[in-house]
């Protein structure tokens, strides 16, 4: 699993990603985005764990991989992506999931 924090996204950044969303809700604009990528049970699994820990909105990114990797993208406030990819990373190692 590869997790990367984006804090205070730009404007193409957020672009990209909003063409890339699995749902068109309006987000608005989020402080920061964590993105989380590895094999499709590692990513509900973290998406479960991030829903639960804090007050995120997670969505899935589409693209194309050959190695048939799926990214998750966690939309929120700095704090709260932060933690959100800290319990993620805690689960990960406990493997607890």
């Given at each position: 699993m590869d997790c990367r924090i984006i804090k205070s996204p730009g404007e193409g950044t957020l672009a990209i990603l909003n063409r890339r969303r699995g749902s068109k809700d309006n987000l608005g604009v989020p402080d920061a985005v964590g993105l989380v990528q590895g094999k499709l049970i590692e990513m509900?699994?973290?998406a479960d764990i991030a829903?639960?820990?804090v007050g995120v909105t997670v969505e899935d990114i589409r693209g194309s991989c050959p190695q048939n990797m799926i990214l998750l993208a966690i939309f929120g406030d700095t704090a709260s992506v932060i933690a959100a990819m800290e319990e993620i990373k805690k689960k990960e190692n406990d493997r607890l999931w």
């Open positions: 509900v699994c973290a829903e639960k820990a």
